[in-house]
């Protein structure tokens, strides 16, 4: 007995159940090699739910052995237990789509068994993580139809948990009046049941968030303080991540940054230690926000980089398919089972039917046979003899004729249930096709889903050509990726100088111009992810260690590249071209400096190459050491330049399937070079497209152009 009422009192909780004492998980733990059968998968289930916010991966472990015994000796309610507990496993780590299948399995075994409890868990779960996607208006549908039917069988456990649910919902839509409503609500029924400590710490901390977002940060942190001092004794370390996580973002919103630091940095390691990706992608933003609001960009951006890449594996845009595809089918599928049923029975009676009516139709035809002989007797009495012999002649045909109506009857009948059998067979058939692409279909949305979320990272660190107008009106950059992601990127930057101290005693700014076009190894994914390291260590370079000159930020670059990817001890020959200029504006001077991409410069109506240097950034290093050279172009008199990678020239296209080449690309740009900017961009990439034509474009496509 005190199995099961530890079993009916875990399974009507979404918190944790870490107060439940340690001495009873020890407990579970002795008995589990003593008993059998379906108690041994209540006690590996009980024991998978007590310890789900303390060690996860074992509270799994428990969990897939509960599955695996309950499948065994066909104990459905223990199965859906198992499946539930598995679900919350993967919501844990943030696999929200795979939670809910799980989930909805739970559901429809507890619908089939009805166990009316276990419905209400179902339901109420599910809307939990439909409150982890904040939909919170599907979540408060789930929460309200798991209280109602609570409220109906007097569960007042379940009830305050329910309450706490959704006062959490309102409290995430900003109705604070309301969400502290429920959670006062439930704190009165909590405090009249043992061992509701959890459920008291998540009302306080909820109502803790409501003062937070009202400005009254102080009384916040008094509620979360409470909240995470019950957390702690109880060693739920999920629950204590989360509000280390709230408690910070309140230090941060009072500007207490040494406090908000402590806070995150101590629910990145329980995260970390328990597996939960939820709070430690929260934490990583939390901190990022903090060293920005101290100006420390650079661990600002490593924990904006960790929390995009968790943001992108908790959830994407095909998890939201995904999981609305299944509440779809949850809600379909017993309407097509019926449906289903009724088609069969409805063919099934149409076939007797029509067997009936033959079997008639030959009794029938018989009948009146009979009839119309008895009758010919009786008109030719006197031939009394040749009329028997007719009779039994006829008899013979009849009965020949009623044994093969019954042959017919039966291979009738045969081919029914071959039919029948058919049909199943096609329709699982049918099913496993379209399982097998739906799996395919998954596949490629999820590769091109993560591909597109990809672009717009990539987008958004590519500079704004407002900004570049700014500084330079006459300008345009064609950009045209191969892919969805580019291995091409442009880069942009402003950097203020102090130059020569003046006979005065004063020195003068200046600002310089800092322009590059880079090509990078591969294209698509493997070449976006070279254009975000690029990106990056010219930010370094240059914002950093304020390193303006062209052929030394080329040096610096191609040093961190080697360093980067271990090329000094590994294979990995990545690497760049790249074309830079620094532009000083004021004096009417340019620099240059180039790694296998060339600049081509336009004065006095005369085109001219400005080489680069022979060798890549980064890759393979046969020299000592690499030393990139720079050229000095006098801005004296009206110039336009441009910066390209190879895409353009590398095109194949016109009706010989040729290349454009770098010759008719130089040709191009020398009649061109006097139009405005907008005109140039235009023009490039109209010649572009009609010079590849139906081929594919083989390469990423860059081009600059600055008028001075």
């Known amino acids: 007995m005190r199995l099961l009422l530890l079993a009916l009192f875990l399974s009507y909780s979404s918190f944790s159940l870490a107060q439940q004492t340690q001495n009873i998980v020890d407990s579970l733990i002795q008995i589990l090699p003593n008993v059998q059968d379906t108690n041994k998968v209540n006690v590996l289930n009980n024991l998978s739910y007590a310890i789900a916010n303390i060690n996860p991966e074992q509270s799994r472990e428990y969990a897939t052995q509960a599955i695996a015994l309950a499948t065994q000796i066909n104990y459905q309610h223990g199965y859906a237990s198992g499946i539930d507990i598995m679900g919350t496993y993967y919501e844990r780590l943030g696999d929200y789509a795979k939670a809910l299948e799980y989930k909805f399995q739970a559901l429809r075994i507890h619908e089939q068994i009805n166990d009316i409890g276990g419905i209400a868990k179902s339901l109420n779960n599910i809307g939990v993580i439909y409150y982890r996607q904040k939909n919170f208006e599907r979540s408060l549908e789930y929460y309200e139809k798991a209280l109602a039917i609570m409220q109906k069988q007097n569960k007042p456990y379940a009830v305050a948990v329910y309450l706490l649910n959704i006062g ?136 904006q980089v960790q929390y995009d890449s968790l943001k992108d594996i908790v959830f994407n845009e095909n998890n939201a398919k995904r999981i609305e595809q299944m509440q779809t089918l949850y809600e379909s599928e017993k309407k097509q089972a019926e449906i289903e049923m009724l088609k069969k029975d409805k063919l099934i009676k149409e076939e007797e039917n029509r067997i009936s009516r033959l079997v008639n139709y030959s009794f029938l035809g018989t009948f009146l046979f009979i009839s ?229 410069l336009i004065q006095n109506q005369e085109l001219k190459e400005i080489k680069a240097d022979r060798f890549s950034i980064g890759g393979y290093q046969q020299e000592k050491e690499r030393v990139f050279n720079k050229s000095i172009i006098k801005l004296d008199v009206p110039t336009t330049f441009y910066l390209s990678t190879d895409g353009y020239k590398d095109q194949f296209g016109s009706e010989e399937g040729k290349k454009f080449s770098a010759r008719r690309f130089k040709e191009l740009l020398l009649q061109i070079h006097h139009l405005d900017s907008q005109e140039q961009h235009r023009i490039l990439e109209s010649t572009f497209e009609e010079w590849k034509g139906r081929e594919l474009q083989i390469d990423d496509v860059l081009v600059i152009g600055v008028s001075i």
């Open 168 to 303: 959490e919902i309102y409290q995430e839509k900003g109705d604070y009046a309301k969400a502290i409503e429920y959670q006062e609500k439930s704190m009165e029924i909590s405090k009249k049941i043992a061992n509701m400590e959890d459920c008291i710490a998540f009302s306080l901390g909820i109502i803790g968030k409501c003062y937070a977002a009202q400005g009254k940060y102080t009384k916040a942190l008094e509620n979360m303080r409470q909240t995470m001092q019950i957390f702690e004794s109880i060693n739920d370390k999920i629950s204590l991540a989360e509000y280390l996580v709230e408690s910070g973002n309140v230090y941060i919103a009072m500007k207490n940054y040494t406090e908000a630091s402590k806070n995150f940095q101590r629910a990145i390691q329980i995260s970390t230690d328990i597996g939960d990706s939820n709070w430690l992608k929260y934490a990583h933003l939390g901190l990022a926000k903090t060293y920005a609001a101290q100006k420390n960009f650079e661990k600002a951006y490593l924990h």
């Open 372 to 600: 119309a002989l008895t009758f010919a007797l009786y008109r030719n009495n006197r031939n009394k003899q040749k009329a028997n012999q007719l009779l039994t002649h006829k008899n013979n045909e009849i009965n020949l004729k009623n044994a093969e109506l019954e042959q017919q009857k039966e291979e009738i009948l045969t081919q029914r249930d071959l039919l029948e059998n058919q049909n199943v067979v096609l329709q699982t058939q049918q099913k496993e096709l379209q399982e097998r692409n739906a799996e395919i279909e998954k596949q490629r949305n999820d590769i091109t889903a993560s591909i597109s979320y990809a672009k717009r990272i990539q987008t958004a660190i590519l500079p704004e050509m407002n900004k570049v107008k700014q500084f330079l009106p006459s300008s345009f950059v064609l950009y045209k990726p191969r892919d969805i992601v580019s291995g091409d990127f442009y880069y942009f930057a402003t950097l203020q100088e102090a130059e020569a101290l003046h006979h005065d005693g004063t020195r003068q700014l200046s600002e310089k111009i800092i322009l590059a076009a880079v090509d990078c190894t591969g294209h698509g994914v493997p070449g976006a992810f070279m254009s975000m390291i690029g990106d990056a260590m010219l930010n370094q370079i240059v914002n950093i260690q304020r390193i303006s000159s062209p052929d030394r930020i080329l040096n610096e670059l191609h040093k961190g590249i080697r360093l980067m990817l271990k090329q000094q001890e590994g294979e990995n020959r990545d690497g760049m071209d790249i074309s830079i200029c620094t532009i000083d504006l004021q004096a009417k001077v340019m620099e240059f400096a180039g790694a296998r991409n060339a600049m081509y």
